[in-house]
């Protein structure tokens, strides 16, 4: 886990889910495919870009990359924005097949 996960979730809960509190999304909550539709996903992609000051190129705007919080962070990580441990970067995806 990183420091970005908690204001990735706070986002998508207060500004795309319009929850009020606590945020209810967690690091493996579904993004793509559950909370997020595809304004929600452009809402997040634009918040993230600028917050963190990384720049997406269309290749990484995927499902798999915006699958859940954790993803995003692996994303992040990726890019080398954020406050991510390097020792996301490697981990496989929840659900993900070994060797692919």
């Not at 990183?2 to 929850?19: A, C, H, Q, T, W």
């Not at 999304?25 to 000051?53: A, H, K, P």
């Not at 406050?83 to 490697?90: F, G, H, I, L, S």
């Amino acid at each position: 886990m990183s420091d970005d996960g908690p204001v990735i979730r706070d986002f998508i809960s207060k500004e795309i889910m319009l929850e009020e509190g606590p945020s209810s999304v967690t690091e493996s909550t579904r993004l793509v495919g559950g909370v997020l539709d595809s304004l929600g996903l452009m809402q997040l992609v634009s918040f993230i870009q600028e917050e963190f000051g990384v720049t997406f190129e269309e290749t990484d705007v995927t499902p798999e990359n915006f699958q859940t919080v954790e993803t995003v962070e692996r994303l992040l990580a990726r890019k080398g924005a954020g406050r991510v441990d390097e020792a996301m970067v490697n981990r496989p995806s929840a659900g993900a097949s070994p060797g692919g």
